[in-house]
Nanobody, 130 residues
Framework: QLQLVESGGGLVQPGGSLRLSCAAS????????IAWFRQAPGKEREGVSCISSSGGRTNYADSVKGRFTISRDNAKSTVYLQMNSLKSEDTGVYYC???????????????????????WGQGTEVAVSS
């Protein structure tokens, strides 16, 4: 069974950068679209970004456009989320997930409970604070 492990979270000052990784074990990620979600304290989980199985299509939530970049290395079965110009409102637990269908605009805009997910990772915590 495929398992996802996120890493790279931590404490960073506003304006700083972090790179999150989502590594798969038990199976390859080659054929799957992958998404990143986040959950801020006391808030609903929300979509952040997704990438198609080929890596040719990406989508971002408006709140992170121009600051975050999603990418994938299928040879390493790993998906990355490069986060730049971090803000306090980016604080939360970040989860990666294998999608049941391809990445689309609605993957990151619809209520996360309505997004068909195959597998979730356990999450990695990001704290943006001075």
């Amino acid at each position: 069974q495929l398992q996802l492990v996120e890493s790279g979270g931590g404490l960073v000052q506003p304006g700083g950068s972090l790179r999150l990784s989502c590594a798969a074990s038990g199976s390859t990620l080659d054929y799957y679209a992958i998404a990143w979600f986040r959950q801020a304290p006391g808030k609903e989980r929300e979509g952040v970004s997704c990438i198609s199985s080929s890596g040719g299509r990406t989508n971002y939530a408006d709140s992170v456009k121009g600051r975050f970049t999603i990418s994938r290395d299928n040879a390493k079965s790993t998906v990355y989320l490069q986060m730049n110009s971090l803000k306090s409102e980016d604080t939360g637990v970040y989860y990666c997930a294998v999608l049941r269908f391809e990445c689309s605009v609605t993957t990151v805009t619809r209520t996360y409970r309505t997004v068909p997910i195959r597998y979730w990772g356990q999450g990695t915590e990001v704290a943006v604070s001075s």
